[in-house]
């Protein structure tokens, strides 16, 4: 069975730093693609990143460029997004998925391309 465990949310102030982890279990986590999702309250849920399965491409999402980085760990079966100089605007429920990619250098950036979801962990960032 797949399962994909976020972590390493909170409450920061804005300009802190945070850094999820999602740890997958139950797949071959070099033959999927990955990416993190956010959700605030009344809004649909957005891509923020993607990475490719062998790491060699990233996608960022115009607002987090520059101030977030995704990395992944395939001996940990671990992707990692590193948020710093956080906005209150980045307050959500961040998601990690996971896509079985064809190609190693393909990233992905609709939801509907990923098999599998994360629970979640809520990011607040006060003001």
């Known amino acids: 069975q797949v399962h994909l465990a976020e972590s390493g949310g909170g409450l920061v102030q804005a300009g802190d730093s945070l850094r999820l982890s999602c740890a997958a279990s139950g797949l071959t986590f070099s033959f999927y693609a990955m990416g993190w999702f956010r959700q605030a309250p009344g809004k649909e849920r957005e891509i923020v990143v993607a990475?490719?399965?062998?790491?060699?491409?990233?996608f960022y999402e115009g607002s987090v460029q520059g101030r977030f980085t995704i990395s992944r760990d395939n001996a940990k079966n671990t992707v990692y997004l590193q948020m710093n100089s956080l906005k209150p605007e980045d307050a959500a429920v961040y998601s990690c998925?996971?896509?079985?990619?064809?190609?190693?250098?393909?990233?992905?950036?609709?939801?509907?391309?990923?098999?599998?979801w994360g629970q979640g962990t809520q990011v607040t960032v006060s003001s």
């Open positions: 990475i490719s399965r062998n790491g060699g491409n990233t």
């Open positions: 998925a996971a896509n079985l990619g064809y190609s190693a250098n393909d990233y992905y950036t609709r939801a509907r391309d990923y098999d599998y």
